[in-house]
């Protein structure tokens, strides 16, 4: 009694989340996310410092978590 093998098919998937340019922005967010952490601790005396670091957290958050929808959907 012999069996054929059969050989593998590769079948192309729709699978966006291997994409590279998401795991570039990603790493832009979280860069820009740590300046603005780090930024609140240099000189908390400068109010404009503080308002800076801040407004870069609040748009690395932004980046990021559209960027996690982007993958999802």
Do not use: C, E, W
Not at 17 to 33: D, F, K, L
Not at 43 to 68: E, K, P, Y
């Amino acid at each position: 009694m012999s069996t054929k093998v059969q050989p593998r098919v590769h079948v192309k998937t729709d699978n966006n989340a291997n994409q590279t340019h998401y795991y570039v922005n990603i790493a832009i967010a979280v860069a820009v996310g740590m300046f603005g952490v780090f930024g609140r601790f240099i000189n908390q005396d400068s109010s404009l410092l503080v308002i800076i670091a801040d407004v870069s957290l609040l748009l690395a958050v932004i980046f990021a978590v559209r960027t996690v929808f982007k993958i999802l959907k």
